[in-house]
């Protein structure tokens, strides 16, 4: 398995676009998660999905931000419009039942000026 | 809410000295830990899980151990060699909760 894939590793956009992330969970497992990664809070949980369906939503900062899983292979993370704040690495994870290890993706860093 | 402690929260080292890296996490209703290794500008690797059941984990030059009741597990690097500089992350998951890191502790071992 190619692991967890998120696109893109990088994105630079500027304040009040639309951004999209993207990521592709191991095939099989049943759980996947949004981090997101500063120097300020370290690695915090944004959202997760159990099933293609989400669980906990609430570490999601603001409405500006959205989360789908349209299929078990592909979810999105939305940020529209984006402000500079949100400036961070965004990881995406995925793990078999929730309770075993979680392999996590290569991140995607975005910057918003 | 699961609070998780890393100390230090950087360490420097010369080369070949066995090391340990503590984390303490706060409600110890845990399923299990997980030990990751970042470096610089890069992702998570997952060094070494430990179920809630276990006491221990081996890999290689690393060891991690977990005490449940006294809500602290440890990350022993033995041999440390300067390869082994990065940023080293404790997480816990329990019951309905995912994975709650800590800081983590930035280690620079010194050729």
């Known amino acids: 398995d190619a692991g967890v894939i998120q696109s893109p590793r990088h994105e630079v956009t500027e304040m009040g676009q639309e951004v999209t992330l993207r990521c592709k969970p191991i095939s099989g497992h049943d759980y996947l998660f949004w981090y997101r990664q500063t120097m300020m809070r370290g690695l915090e949980l944004l959202i997760y999905f159990n099933n293609n369906v989400p669980i906990d939503d609430s570490g999601m900062p603001e409405d500006r931000f959205s989360a789908k899983m349209p299929n078990a292979s592909f979810s999105t993370l939305k940020i529209q419009p984006s402000e500079p704040r949100d400036s961070a690495v965004y990881f995406c994870?995925?793990?078999?039942?929730?309770?075993?290890?979680?392999?996590f993706g290569s991140g995607t860093r975005l910057t918003v000026v | 809410k699961q609070e998780v402690t890393q100390i230090p929260a950087a360490l420097s080292v010369p080369e070949g000295e066995n090391l340990v890296l503590n984390c303490s996490f706060t409600d110890s209703a845990i399923y299990n830990l997980q030990w990751f290794r970042q470096d610089p500008g890069k992702g998570l690797t997952s060094l070494l899980l430990?179920?809630?059941?276990?006491r221990e984990q081996t890999s290689g030059r690393l060891n991690a151990s977990l005490d449940k009741s006294s809500g602290r597990s440890t990350l022993y690097i033995a041999a440390s060699q300067p390869g082994d500089s990065a940023t080293y992350l404790c997480?816990?998951?329990?019951?309905?909760?995912?994975?709650?890191f800590g800081k983590g502790t930035r280690l620079s071992v010194i050729a």
């Open positions: 997480a816990v998951s329990g019951g309905n909760t995912p994975l709650v």
């Open positions: 430990i179920q809630s059941s276990q």
């Open positions: 994870a995925s793990s078999l039942w929730g309770y075993y290890g979680y392999t």
